[in-house]
């Protein structure tokens, strides 16, 4: 899609009274949960009568479908590395970066995040990341294969909590750098709970069984290989043999498992692993996510934000990691708020237990307000970027 012509601008706004002037914000975003976390904020400083160019790829292309946006081909390239980002930040003469993070993968030496931070530092020009999860910090900023050099680093980094606040300045980052604002994606999600309505929740499930389980994966094997004890496929596998291995006993013939691909996965080598088991189940890309979280009685997930969804969404959420062999990712596993599941063959009962026990699942719902966002991330994130006008 091409910005040329269009403007996401009002002809008159509070902030350009008070500033005096149109400041240009180029917007950059490859992962989804980067997308996500910019997207907000883009919205928000267009309203303010600013002038936002988003540069999108990859998964983030559906994220900003609504509104007009540039893609590496509409200036002339098929991926964007340093020299391209540098052509890119001359034509269109920003004011201030917005990004959100990603991290490389054997497939992207560079990503399209990292190449316009290289560039905008060069040019001088102000540059603020919003970080979208925990974890991953250094990786996010850094070349692999060490993912320790931190050669990417934004003059400024909006992050979602304390906890990732803490865990940055011990791995090393300057506090100065860091400011917590909470992640503007979930601003809206009390809004999204209240707008799914039961009528809406039995149409999306019409096509299902009595009892339906979402499975969110991640391209856990492209970014960690086996270094995590287990991937995406070693983890659906346990799960599917848990519910097969049930069999008439309590939950298989009334269930459905509703197996959603991450945008960089192929959903065909998740369908070989489900076609091994006597189950009943769809591959879902393309109910909004968090309608498809919402049409589900129970949310598993390796350490997707989608548990995090899950939960604020009151829907109960299991982080299935069978076999892992290193630190868990998922802060919100010690938090309470999800349910972690370590060891292979233990997930059927976790899911029964959820299905069943009323009171185990108020629990977590109870443990969840600890995070319930106050709505007003998009703001604070949108007050640090206009401190970097000039």
Known sequence: METQGKRLLPKESPAITAIGYVEKILVGAWHRGGGQAVYPPTIRIAG????????????????????PFKTPEIYGYSAIGREEARQIL??????????????????????????????????GIPTIAVLDFWG??????????????????PDMICVPDVIAFNDMI???????????????????????????TG????????????????????????????????????????????????????????????????????????????????????????????????ASDIVLSPFSTMLVDAALLGVPAISLQPGLCRDDLLPTNKLGITYPVFKQGEVGDAIKAFLSDTTLRKKFEEKSKSITPDGKATERVVREIYSLFR
């Open 90 to 123: 001359e034509a269109e003469q920003p004011s201030v970066l917005l990004i959100g993070t990603s991290s490389q993968d054997k497939d992207t030496p560079i990503t399209l995040e990292q190449a316009l931070t290289l560039a905008a530092r060069e040019r």
């Open 199 to 294: 009528d809406r929740r039995d149409e999306s499930r019409k096509e299902y069984r009595r009892q339906v389980v979402l499975f969110a994966s991640q391209p856990i094997e492209l970014y960690y290989g086996s270094s995590m004890g287990y991937t995406e496929k070693t983890a659906l596998e346990d799960l599917l043999s848990c519910i097969e291995e049930a069999g008439d006993v309590w939950f298989c013939p009334n269930t459905t498992i509703v197996i959603r691909p991450h945008p960089k996965e192929d959903p065909e080598e998740l369908r070989a692993v489900a076609d091994r088991h006597a189950v009943h189940y769809f591959i879902d890309s393309k109910t909004p996510l968090r309608e498809a979280i919402m």
């Open 136 to 153: 991953n910090y250094s990786r996010r900023f850094s070349d692999k294969p060490t993912y320790d050099n931190r050669k990417y680093l």
């Open 48 to 67: 303010d009568g600013h002038e936002i160019i988003p540069v999108i790829a990859g998964p983030s292309l559906d994220v900003f479908k609504d509104i």
């Open 170 to 196: 011990g791995e090393g980052f300057d506090k100065d750098k860091l400011v917590v604002t909470g992640n503007p994606y979930f601003d809206d999600i009390a809004a999204s709970k209240e707008q799914f």
